[in-house]
T-cell receptor, first 114, second 113 residues
């Protein structure tokens, strides 16, 4: 499968715990994006990387959230001290820099904080 | 900042009928408008897009129209089939921020056989 891969698909965690999600983009893509989607809403931009550089962070990304892309390939999104309001689908997408408008999404990681 | 409104939130049609979903954007500088289809448990899939220098684009049963003056764009699906049932999202991109899509709130389309 050469699409965007996200793991895990589902995560249930207790409030206050830390969680980490992984995204493997399409191999030739140098841009990687994280979005959050809550029930009944469209995806909301969180952050994006060009290669290993994190170029922008949304104000939605509080200091409990951190994203990395250490080698310009896969990326991780960590949420510390999870809250119930963090429950959402976390989507990763990737694209070529030259064709940033054509972003391909992964299947997402659904986080439930109980 | 850019805001995208999408209507209707739900749409039910009989198989074979047409479906139209409409979006309005706020920033006149927006120049790229993709449409995504999201099936249950899956990520959004790009199905068609249009750029601001084009008024209409068609791909088989799917078409998108853009009215820059009114800041409206619409998705048209003809000869709907049950497998078209999904949630559809419109989005907009505004330069120079060619990296952040602003999505509408989605339309749940149900096609009844």
């Amino acid at each position: 499968d050469t699409g965007v891969s996200q793991n895990p698909r589902h995560k249930i965690t207790k409030r206050g715990q830390n969680v980490t999600f992984r995204c493997d983009p399409i191999s030739e893509h140098n841009r990687l994006y994280w979005y959050r989607q809550t029930l009944g809403q469209g995806p909301e931009f969180l952050t994006y990387f060009q290669n290993e550089a994190q170029l922008e962070k949304s104000r939605l990304l509080s200091d409990r959230f951190s994203a990395e892309r250490p080698k310009g390939s896969f990326s991780t999104l960590e949420i510390q001290r999870t809250e119930q309001g963090d429950s959402a689908m976390y989507l990763c997408a990737s694209s070529f820099e030259s064709r940033a408008t054509e972003a391909f999404f992964g299947q997402g990681t659904r986080l439930t904080v109980v | 900042g850019e805001n995208v409104e999408q209507h209707p939130s739900t749409l039910s049609v009989q198989e074979g009928d047409s479906a139209v979903i409409k979006c309005t954007y706020s920033d006149s500088a927006s120049n790229y408008f993709p449409w995504y289809k999201q099936e249950l448990g899956k990520g959004p899939q790009l199905i068609i897009d249009i750029r601001s220098n084009v008024g209409e684009k068609k791909d088989q049963r799917i078409a998108v129209t853009l009215n820059k003056t009114a800041k409206h764009f619409s998705l048209h699906i003809t000869e709907t089939q049950p497998e078209d049932s999904a949630v559809y999202f419109c989005a907009a991109l505004t330069p120079p921020r060619a990296d952040k899509l602003i999505f509408g709130t989605g339309t749940r389309l149900q096609v009844f056989p």
